[in-house]
């Protein structure tokens, strides 16, 4: 199962964590593990390389971690919020495979 945290402080929203798998199919032909792993990266390259906000994602083969000050994330939050509406559409469409869970953020 893929878990997302997206991390919340006051209303405003500061990054996400995603790990795991989403065991659908087998690697390398898992869709749901692409879909969510597309919508990632967009959001880091949107939040890096077109808003131009400083940020260095943590990435692995099974993980991936954006965490944003509160200055660089109120910058952010229109493509923060547009990820988390799809991950969350994501998770309706696939209970089974993604948890999405809203929590705090520290050290960011």
Sequence with gaps: MVKVI???NRGILRGFSIS?????????KDIVC???SSAA??????ITDVIGIKAQP???EATMCLKLTK???IKAQ???KGFALHIK???KAHPKNIKVIYGGVKNA
Excluded: C, M, Q, R
Excluded at 20 to 28: D, K, L, R, V
Excluded at 41 to 46: P, S
């Design 89 to 91: 559409e994501l998770e």
């Design 78 to 80: 229109v493509i923060l």
């Design 34 to 36: 692409a879909a969510v």
């Design 41 to 46: 990266y967009l959001v880091a390259n949107t």
């Design 58 to 60: 943590k990435v692995d």
């Design 6 to 8: 997206i991390f919340t």
């Design 20 to 28: 795991g798998h989403a065991g659908s199919a087998a690697a390398g």
């Design 71 to 73: 200055e660089k994330s």
